[in-house]
């Protein structure tokens, strides 16, 4: 009697797993076997999707890939002889029915966007900021002021600037990507193809060095293409290799004044080489306070910056450039480009450019960074005026000689 009891509750058990089980199988609502799919399924996804990220630089949309399952599992639902259903499932046959395959479609140009995607590869704010400080160096040069030549040396000098800032943004495609500040470029985000972006770089620089060798003079357009040259061939990939970037990107920044000196006065001298000193000098301040804030972005990408691997080292830089400024900006009357009262009128200025940059040398924190990153954007247009304002007027002769066409 017991025995019978005992086997009478084993096949009921028996018969509820079944009935649970099938009902598991078949139901619409996902049960555990499909919720284990599905993190099987996406779990071999992933992998694939970084793929595409490293490839093009974002993670893969919908609009750009279709993903088609290669086969589907088969189940089988039979009678048993005790008249109760059993579920045989035959997944195992086809494995490959996680697999998918990527159908990648033609990617198509918006013409209505494009010439707001090339101001983004030509970095038109930092653009235009190289043009106004080669027009400033042809202003406070002390030779005469030709409308037609200042006019094309600031188109060449832009042309230059962007093809410039094209390639370095396709060089650098992969680790723009992993930074929250440049994860919405054009490359990145796939709006352009690599392709397009490489003739556009390669057809504003032989158009801008063409511009300055055909219609300025052969030294500004030899100085605009070491400033191409330096900055796609030599800062851009030793940013990932040396510190030293930060010193050649410098130079680089302090080109374009002296490209505006050549092309006023078809020469370089030593009130030039001021002004470009100056450049120079203003560029540590400005690029390691904002740097600083970045440096998670920076190490992430894997950039070797100050800020990111000697950050003391950073901290002095910047401060012995910010006192730099004082005498730089003094030794331009003693060239005779300006009278001596800029030396005087400009003291305030560079005394408190010298201040934030001690704060940011004792504190070291993203507030002293931030006040003095907002104060270089600000510094070098004042200091440019007072400069302008206090230039030594021209002679009589160098008067006659402006030309309006």
């Not at 370095?168 to 992969?174: D, I, K």
């Not at 050649?248 to 920044?253: E, M, N």
């Not at 730089?328 to 005087?344: F, I």
């Amino acid at each position: 009697m017991m025995n019978s009891r005992l086997l009478l509750c084993c096949a009921c058990s028996l018969h509820r797993a079944v009935v649970f089980y099938r009902h598991v199988s078949n139901s619409n609502k996902p049960g555990l076997r499909r919720l284990h799919q599905y993190r099987a399924r996406f779990s071999r996804l992933k992998p694939k999707e970084r793929i595409l990220s490293d490839s093009y630089g974002q993670p893969k949309s919908t609009s750009a890939c279709q993903s088609k399952p290669k086969s589907t599992s088969v189940a089988l639902i039979g009678k048993t002889t005790c008249g109760v259903e059993a579920h045989e499932s035959l997944s195992h046959v086809e494995e490959k029915s996680d697999d998918t395959e990527e159908e990648w479609v033609e990617q198509k140009i918006d013409w209505k966007k494009l010439p707001r995607q090339y101001m983004q590869l030509s970095k038109i704010r930092l653009t235009g900021l190289v043009v106004i400080t080669e027009m400033a160096g042809y202003a406070i040069a002390p030779g005469a002021m030709n409308l037609s030549t200042f006019l094309w040396a600031g188109l060449g000098t832009g042309l230059c600037s962007s093809s410039a800032n094209a390639f370095n943004q396709w060089l650098e495609v992969p680790f723009d990507s992993q930074m929250s500040r440049t994860q919405n470029r054009v490359l990145v985000r796939a709006r352009l193809s690599p392709l397009h972006v490489v003739l556009f770089a390669v057809a504003t620089g032989v158009m801008g060095v063409s511009v300055l060798t055909s219609q300025v003079n052969g030294l500004t357009a030899a100085l605009g293409a070491a400033t191409l040259v330096l900055y796609t061939s030599v800062y851009t990939p030793m940013k990932r290799l040396s510190i030293v970037n930060t010193w050649v990107g410098s130079v680089v920044g302090a080109l374009p004044p002296l490209m505006g000196w050549a092309a006023c006065t078809g020469g370089i001298d030593a009130g030039g080489l001021v002004l470009a000193g100056i450049l120079y000098s203003w560029q540590f301040p400005h690029f390691n306070a904002l740097s600083w804030n970045l440096r998670a972005d920076y190490s992430r990408a894997g950039y070797r910056m100050m800020c990111v691997t000697n950050a003391p080292l950073c901290r002095r830089v910047t401060l012995r450039h910010c006192l730099a400024l004082v005498g730089l900006t003094t030794l331009l009357p003693a060239c005779e480009v300006t009278t001596w009262w800029l030396a005087l009128d400009s003291l305030p200025l560079n005394l408190w450019n010298a201040y934030l940059g001690y704060q940011f040398y004792k504190d070291s924190d993203s507030r002293s960074a931030r006040k003095l990153f907002r104060f270089s954007l600000i510094y070098l247009p004042i200091l440019m005026f007072l400069i302008l304002f206090h230039k030594k007027p021209r002679t009589t002769q160098e008067e006659g000689v402006v030309q309006v066409t």
